[in-house]
């Protein structure tokens, strides 16, 4: 069997806000347990993105809850991402399926104009490539962002 391959694409690069953890990625992320980071999000501690079934972490977020437990100070809220995102080149289906962490048959369902509204994502077509906005990806993660009910991120999204 070969070794995978590299992408044939370089992702342009993603605002921390935007940056999301599976959750063994998220444990390593912040040097604790898989257990332990459950624990988090079962008490409320951590902000969650909910895309489908998938459960996933912004890094920001993570960061600031590890700062508050080494310092005890939270760090600002991140800068608006926009005006970073409304410049950048649109992103190939490989590329958007990246970011979300989502195969390209969930992102071709998402895309379709019948999909469920809080995980529609709208394409844009040159040609017969189909492509995405960054600020539609971003503005997809925000719709499904839910914020920590408890502890010190309580009420906030990263």
């Known amino acids: 069997m070969s070794a995978p391959t ?12 935007l940056t999301l953890l599976a959750r063994h990625e998220a444990a390593d992320h912040a040097a604790t347990t898989e257990r332990t980071f ?17 459960v996933l972490v912004r890094a ?6 590890v700062t508050h437990a080494a310092t005890g ?4 809220p991140p800068a608006s991402y926009v005006p970073e995102l409304s410049g950048a080149r649109l992103l190939r289906f490989d590329e958007t399926s990246h970011w979300l962490r989502i195969s390209r048959t969930t992102l071709e369902r998402w895309a379709a104009p019948d999909a469920a509204a809080p ?3 709208a394409p844009t077509r040159l040609g017969r490539r189909v492509c995405f906005r960054p600020v539609d990806v971003a503005e997809l993660i925000d719709r499904n ?3 920590a ?6 009420g906030r999204l990263a």
């Open 6 to 17: 590299a992408p044939t694409w370089t992702p342009i690069p993603l605002p921390a806000a």
């Open 38 to 54: 459950d624990r988090w999000l079962a008490a409320g501690r951590l902000p969650v993105v909910r895309l489908g079934s998938r």
């Open 60 to 65: 920001s977020a993570l960061d600031a809850l």
């Open 73 to 76: 100070k939270l760090p600002r």
């Open 119 to 121: 995980l529609r994502i």
């Open 145 to 147: 962002s839910y914020a």
């Open 149 to 154: 009910t408890t502890g010190p991120l309580a």
